[in-house]
């Protein structure tokens, strides 16, 4: 609705899916977040980039583009968080596959939204984990200490195939990479490392991000064991 009875604390008019919202809005202060002296509940919005077909020649600019339009509009509103996924050859699902380059886009668009990983895919045959340190930290620096560390392991065949992943063996990928990476971020220098999946010899990662000793780690959870590992 635009204006008048039941309009929301902003008037919004959609396009379409994906879409942007038009600028004509009332700024939500963080005061009407806040009950009493409870912490205020955060609020995010979630990027997976999907992209029904049929498809033209500008359908996934027009996605993008729409996208940090969009996270630009949250930042403005108040919104906490921007998360942004990694998936890889997953048509039409997600076409989402350099989520730190499209958040580090967003980070010139804003001044105060957090920019989350939804997540980093940490075993070590989707990203080494040196260069997710390297990537964390420079993210981390552009944007004034603003990223939130999300990791997992992927479940899709299209995904774990497609990196010669078996499927058996993505959760120890997942822990093993994402320990590394952790080590890369905080150890000045990085004493190295010999493991089952990822071997490093000592190096001085660099650079080292502007949270320490790193952004704050989560892990996405879809099963009941893999909270319980959290």
């Not at 980039?49 to 108040?78: I, K, N, S």
């Not at 968080?81 to 804003?110: G, N």
């Not at 001044?111 to 990537?135: D, K, S, W």
Request: one cysteine or more; a positive charge.
């Amino acid at each position: 609705p635009r204006g008048g009875a039941g309009a929301g604390p902003w008037s919004l008019r959609a396009r379409s899916l994906p879409s942007v919202y038009t600028r004509t809005y009332t700024p939500w202060t963080h005061a009407a977040a806040t009950v009493g002296s409870r912490t205020r509940v955060k609020f995010g919005v979630f990027y997976e980039h999907q992209l029904p077909r049929p498809w033209d020649a500008d359908a996934e600019y027009r996605a993008v583009q729409e996208a940090l339009e969009q996270c630009a509009l949250a930042d403005r509103l108040g919104i906490d968080y921007v998360w942004q996924v990694e998936h890889h050859f997953l048509e039409e699902y997600s076409h989402s596959s350099a989520p730190e380059v499209f958040l580090a886009a967003v980070s010139q668009r804003t001044t105060r939204i957090r920019l989350g990983h939804g997540i980093v895919q940490t075993p070590p045959p989707f990203n080494h984990p040196a260069r997710v340190a390297e990537r964390i930290a420079t993210l981390d620096l552009i944007s004034g200490g603003r990223v939130d560390f999300g990791t997992g392991e992927a479940s899709s065949e299209a995904e774990l195939g497609g990196f010669r992943i078996e499927p058996a063996e993505k959760r120890a990928m997942w822990e093993e990479g994402l320990r590394v990476a952790l080590r890369c971020l905080t150890e000045e220098p990085f004493t190295g490392h010999k493991g089952p999946h990822v071997t490093m010899p000592p190096r001085n990662v660099v650079p080292k991000p502007r949270q320490r000793p790193h952004p704050p780690v989560w892990v996405a959870c879809s099963r009941r064991e893999t909270i319980h590992l959290a």
